[in-house]
């Protein structure tokens, strides 16, 4: 079984890394009508000329972070991000081995109490109710530390996804949303709002 799961893995890492580099080769061979690679912004008469939207990027992001956290995020190009999704999953996992340990220990000596036996490690000092409230209170926080791990790597998830529609976002100068402010004439009461322009 172990044998299986690796080559799981090996076979999903180098699936990613021929994707990228079809990625890489896909980019190069791109060009517009000017023979200018569409991977730079060139201004021409006011009007810029945008990278091609690519709508699995996202999908892409997320399946990558999916299978190994901060990958989608080094696909987004926000190296950044990658300590810090490991520095969460990290802190939560050690919290959660922590607190697993500490159950088993009040719950090996509270077994043995029960078993008529003297010699645990808090005898004389933790009661038998008090080694039963300790496993309750450890048991407690080694379930929060099992969900926030995986809070955490639904995150890491959901940013890499997120972060993909952002890139892509239309920056162009004639799609414009702005607040705006005005007095209403008639009753003299401010009016606050959001105004979407989009320029023919």
Not at 1 to 19: G, Y
Not at 40 to 54: H, K, N, R, T
Not at 148 to 161: Q, R
Request: proline share 4%; hydrophobic share 40%; aromatic share 12%.
């Amino acid at each position: 079984m172990p044998n299986k799961q690796v080559i799981l893995v090996v076979f999903l890492l180098a699936f990613c890394l021929s994707t990228f580099a079809q990625e890489d080769k896909k980019k190069d061979k791109k060009k517009n009508e000017n023979n200018i690679p569409t991977e730079e912004l060139v201004v021409e008469a006011g009007s810029i000329i945008q990278d091609p939207i690519d709508p699995l990027a996202p999908a892409r992001a997320a399946f990558y972070s999916a299978v190994l956290p901060g990958l989608g995020q080094a696909y987004n190009k926000k190296y950044w991000k990658i300590p810090i999704v490991y520095a969460g999953l990290g802190v939560s996992v050690y919290f959660y081995i922590n607190n697993n340990n500490e159950y088993h220990r009040y719950r090996d000596a509270y077994k043995r109490r029960l078993a008529g036996f003297e010699d645990d490690e808090f005898f004389g000092t933790v009661t038998t109710s008090g080694l039963r409230e300790a496993q309750k209170t450890y048991s407690r926080n080694r379930e929060i530390s099992l969900l926030v791990t995986i809070g955490i790597y639904a995150l890491n998830i959901i940013d890499a996804n997120v972060d993909a529609h952002l890139l892509q976002y239309n920056v162009d100068d004639k799609l414009s949303l702005r607040p705006h402010y005005k007095i209403n004439e008639m009753d003299n009461v401010g009016d606050l709002g959001l105004t979407l322009n989009y320029k023919f």
